[in-house]
C-alpha cells in the first residue's frame, strides 16, 4: 500500500508540475509574442492611404505641412519616437488598396489612445491597424536611426501553433536575417504582432518590416524556406517624408 500511495503521490505531483510548467511557457509566449500583457511598449499606427491621383496635389502640401509638424509637436511632447510617410511601390495594380502609407511610432499605448486622426487627412484614411514590437525578435541596430529608402513588408498568419511559429522566427528566420544584415543587403529588421484588428480573426496576425538604402537591395520575397508558407502578402514601401 505504501509503494502504491508513493508512486501515486509521485504521479500527481509531476502532473501538476507539468501543467504549471505548460502554463509558465504559454504565459512567456503571450508576453514575448503580443506584449500587452507585458510592460508598456511602444505602438505603431499604421493608416493606409487612398488618394485619387486628382487629389495628389492637395494630399502631398496636407502631409508635408499641416501632418508633419502635427508629429513634430508630437515628438516635442514625448508622445511619439517617430513618424514615416511611404508611398506604396508595389504591388501594382488591383491588388493594391491603398496609394501611401502613415505610420506613427507612438512611445506607448496611453499616447495613443489620445491621439485622433487629424481632420485635415482623414479624407484619405482607408483602413488603421496597431502593431507592437515583438521582443528580441529583430536586429540588434532597429531601435536606432538609420539611413534607408525603402522597406518591405511580410504579413504572416501564425497559423493554430504560436509557439511553434515564435521557434521558427528565433531559430531560422533571425539567423536568416541577421545574415541579411551583416552582408549589407538589409539595413535592419523587425517582428511586428498585430494588436487591432484583432489578429485572430484576420488573414494576417504579424509582419515583417525589413529596411534598404537603396531600391536596388530589395528581394522580393524576402522570406522563404519553411516560414514563406506562412506568408499572405508582401509589399514595398518608399520613404518619402520623416520625423525622428
Not at 531601435?143 to 498568419?157: C, D, K, M, P
Amino acid at each position: 500500500m505504501n509503494q502504491w500511495l508513493r508512486r501515486t503521490t509521485l504521479s500527481f505531483h509531476r502532473h501538476v508540475y507539468a501543467k504549471r510548467l505548460m502554463q509558465a511557457i504559454w504565459l512567456l509566449w503571450i508576453m514575448a509574442v503580443f506584449p500587452a500583457a507585458a510592460a508598456a511598449d511602444m505602438a505603431v499606427l499604421i493608416e493606409y492611404i487612398d488618394v485619387p491621383a486628382n487629389e495628389r496635389d492637395k494630399f502631398e502640401q496636407t502631409v508635408t505641412n499641416t501632418v508633419r509638424q502635427l508629429n513634430l509637436d508630437r515628438k516635442d511632447n514625448n508622445q511619439i519616437f517617430a513618424w514615416y510617410h511611404y508611398r506604396v511601390r508595389f504591388p501594382y495594380g488591383s491588388g493594391r488598396d491603398c496609394s501611401d502609407v502613415l505610420v506613427t511610432v507612438f512611445t506607448d499605448f496611453s499616447s495613443l489612445e489620445g491621439a485622433e486622426i487629424s481632420a485635415a487627412y482623414r479624407q484619405w484614411v482607408h483602413r488603421t491597424e496597431i502593431y507592437q514590437a515583438a521582443p528580441g525578435i529583430r536586429s540588434e541596430n532597429y531601435a536606432g536611426q538609420v539611413e534607408f529608402t525603402h522597406i518591405t513588408v511580410s504579413f504572416l498568419h501564425h497559423g493554430p501553433d504560436r509557439e511553434k511559429f515564435l521557434h521558427e522566427m528565433r531559430d531560422n528566420v533571425k539567423p536568416m536575417l541577421e545574415q541579411k544584415r551583416i552582408d549589407g543587403t538589409v539595413v535592419n529588421w523587425s517582428l511586428f504582432a498585430k494588436r487591432l484588428p484583432d489578429g485572430n480573426s484576420e488573414a494576417y496576425h504579424c509582419a515583417v518590416v525589413a529596411r534598404y538604402n537603396g531600391f536596388k537591395h530589395i528581394e522580393n520575397p524576402l522570406l522563404d524556406g519553411p516560414i514563406a508558407r506562412r506568408l499572405v502578402k508582401s509589399e514595398c514601401w518608399e520613404l518619402a517624408n520623416i520625423v525622428e
